[in-house]
């Protein structure tokens, strides 16, 4: 039997990462071990990689050399002491989000608001998350740790590289979802083309949102989200006007219910602030893009009419089990995504960013088993 596996780390910022032989972890209590089929390769990880200890001093990475990739899919293949609801051979998505267990809001069961919360293999968000960060490796080599709190149970037509784009997807579900998201909704998605926002699109059906509005820059990429739901999506080039006049000219002058901003970091905040001023009163927006920095709201029009905006980070492994419900019922049609995957020999081509990029449609899978 093996001891060992193979696996990316990185060794120093900044540096490629290197293939290498190492320890195959054993699950302790409440953990599995799962053989990995995909790693979702988000779009510019490298430059996050090589950034983020100049961004964000306060936010740690784990200790490196380190095992990093967020959103891996795969098999189970050992099961540690405690483990009731899963078994060799069970197909998982591994919600990368992970909690301490003994903060106030964990014992509150509020574990996505942990104070050590840390997206393993890929930073924490507070000095305190090191602790989850070193005990949870990410996804870059033949097998992983994971509690069994962070599985999600894939059904039959959900496939592994799929199922690892489940973050973006998932981030964009919770948001949805916080918003109160349904029939007789209008929804603006700023950035809905991208990575992120084209969640929305897919989830349109799935939560029959009678209206998603979309802007974007790059008009044929629009048109194509279109299709996804063309009774629902109606689309709009930045390039051709501001969002608040285009919104306000489609909803006779009421505004949407939701609005969601999935633009990502280096976006104008005048396109954040357009979108502010595309709610209907009484609207909710939630915030899940990249934009960095302070942006003046109006907040006596918040007050006035009676406007909700907040953050929203990531999804719960229960969220995610929904999601995967929702595929199971053909309400949440993950064809649409165009899978391009790479050996883990690849890793430092893929990770650097791939210039052939279909906007939100394409979707970067390392497959650590070839
Ligand atoms: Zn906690």
């Known amino acids: 039997m093996n001891t060992t596996m193979r696996a990316a780390r990185m060794h120093a910022v900044g540096e490629p990462m290197r293939l290498e032989q190492i320890d195959l972890p054993t699950p302790g209590l409440g953990e599995v071990r799962v053989k990995v ?21 306060e936010d740690p990475l784990p200790t490196l050399p380190a095992v990093f990739g967020l959103d ?13 609801d899963w078994q060799v051979g069970d197909r998982v998505y591994v919600n990368p989000g992970r909690h301490c267990g003994s903060c106030r809001s964990c014992r509150n069961g509020d574990s996505i ?13 507070s000095a305190s998350a090191l602790h989850l960060l070193d005990r949870y490796p990410g996804g870059l080599s033949e097998q992983m740790l994971a509690p069994a709190y962070a599985l999600v149970r894939l059904p039959d037509n959900l496939d592994f590289e799929a199922a ?8 964009m579900y919770s948001a949805l979802r916080k918003a109160g ?7 603006l998605v700023n950035g809905l083309s991208g990575t992120l926002g084209i969640g929305a699109a897919l989830l349109a059906k799935g939560f029959g949102i009678t209206k998603l509005y979309g802007t974007g820059r790059d008009k044929s990429l629009l048109d194509q989200v279109v299709k996804i739901a063309p009774d629902r999506i109606e689309t709009h080039s930045l390039d051709d006007g501001p969002v608040d006049e285009w919104i306000r000219e489609r909803t006779n002058g009421h505004g949407v219910d939701i609005y969601i901003d999935a633009l990502g970091p280096g976006a104008p905040h005048e396109t954040f602030r357009a979108g ?3 709610m209907a009163r009484g609207a909710v927006a939630v915030d899940i893009g990249a934009v960095m920095g302070d942006l003046p709201i109006d907040i006596h029009r918040m007050m006035n ?27 949440f049609d993950l064809s649409w995504l ?14 650097s960013g791939i210039a052939e990029r279909n906007g939100g449609f394409s979707n970067f899978i390392i497959d650590p088993q070839s």
């Open 37 to 57: 089929h995909a790693v979702n390769i988000v779009p510019n990880l490298g430059n996050i990689l090589n950034m983020w200890t100049t961004w964000f001093p």
């Open 72 to 84: 891996p899919a795969g098999v189970i293949d050992a099961v540690g002491d405690g483990v009731l």
């Open 113 to 125: 608001n942990c104070k050590s919360y840390a997206f393993a293999g890929y930073f924490g968000f």
């Open 164 to 171: 690892a784009r489940f973050g973006y997807l998932g981030t």
């Open 181 to 187: 998201a349904g029939p007789g909704k209008a929804v």
């Open 276 to 278: 502010m001023r595309s």
């Open 305 to 331: 009419q009676q406007l909700t905006l907040m953050g929203s980070a990531w999804f719960t492994a229960g969220e995610g089990q929904t999601m995967a419900d929702m595929v199971a019922t053909g309400d």
């Open 338 to 351: 165009e899978h391009k995957v790479y050996p883990l020999t690849d890793i430092n081509t893929a990770i």
